[in-house]
């Protein structure tokens, strides 16, 4: 049977150090992707993620890093997060965040979608912030908070 993903690519213009340490280090997250996290992303750790927009706490779970190449991470029971970077010869990092997998079926094929946008905007949002220090995800989202 046919499996989902969710994927989504980027290049930035950095250096693969500071790409891969925008992405473990909460200090820079909270910039760009969440408001709160309870730690580095690290293999074997296990955090919480808390976004501006969403009142609850996300868990981060089976942490898997490869220094300036790979962060894993699981946050809910079917999918595992992976966050690939390749180092490009102009200085720059080529990012490849893949979100898999799920059963296909019309709920799953909604999450797809769904996520293959998010983590598009989650790429988007850190280019701007690590190459320009612009925040595109601050008020963006105010939408959707509940009331």
């Given amino acids: 049977m046919m499996k989902l993903s969710a994927k989504a690519t980027i290049q930035i213009q950095k250096p693969i150090e500071e790409v891969f340490e925008g992405i473990v280090n909460p200090d820079k997250?909270?910039?760009?992707?969440?408001?709160?996290?309870?730690?580095?992303?690290?293999?074997?750790?296990?955090?919480?993620?808390?976004?501006?927009?969403?009142?609850?706490?996300?868990?981060i779970k089976d942490i898997?890093?490869?220094?300036?190449?790979?962060?894993?991470?699981?946050?809910?029971?079917?999918?595992?997060?992976?966050?690939?970077?390749?180092?490009q010869p102009d200085q720059s990092t080529v990012v490849k965040v893949s979100e898999s997998e799920k059963e296909f079926n019309e709920n799953n094929l909604k999450w797809a979608l769904g996520n293959t946008e998010g983590w598009a905007n989650f790429l988007a949002c850190m280019k701007a912030y690590l190459e320009h220090g612009i925040e595109l995800r601050k008020g963006a989202f105010d939408f959707m908070r509940k009331s």
């Fill in 64 to 87: 898997q890093t490869e220094n300036n190449k790979l962060v894993s991470f699981v946050w809910d029971n079917e999918t595992i997060v992976s966050i690939f970077l390749e180092a």
């Fill in 29 to 59: 997250m909270t910039h760009y992707f969440i408001s709160e996290s309870t730690g580095r992303l690290e293999t074997g750790a296990e955090l919480s993620w808390k976004f501006p927009e969403f009142p609850e706490r996300f868990p």
